[in-house]
Nanobody
């Protein structure tokens, strides 16, 4: 039914960049927001960045100034441009879509930043 397909993860050296994409498909109505969360081994899943359909953006303090979230509401697609990556950014990144009556998650994509 509803699927979130993520792409763009991978291995990059510290200081490098990656761009994550997430496209939602299926029967989805009244999308409120899309965003990215991440989870490192042994840690709780944490918010990275979210963007509402109206354009309101929230970033985790740890990524402000380095990451940029954007979206295409017509395509139900969200992007995360990650610059100046640090080893502590290493985690599984999950795409999230919050609709009026449901919340959906992607399968996660691994981002690994080496020193």
């Amino acid at each position: 039914q509803v699927q979130l397909v993520e792409s763009g993860g991978g291995l990059v050296q510290a200081g490098g960049s990656l761009r994550l994409s997430c496209a939602a498909s299926g029967s989805i109505f009244s999308v409120n927001a899309m965003g990215w969360y991440r989870q490192a081994p042994g840690n709780q899943r944490e918010l990275v960045a979210t963007i509402t359909s109206g354009g309101r953006i929230n970033y985790a303090e740890s990524v402000k100034g380095r990451f940029t979230i954007s979206r295409d509401n017509a395509k139900n697609t969200v992007y995360l441009q990650m610059n100046s990556l640090k080893p502590e950014d290493t985690a599984i990144y999950y795409c999230n879509l919050a609709a009026r009556m449901a919340t959906y998650w992607g399968q996660g994509t691994q981002v690994t930043v080496s020193s």
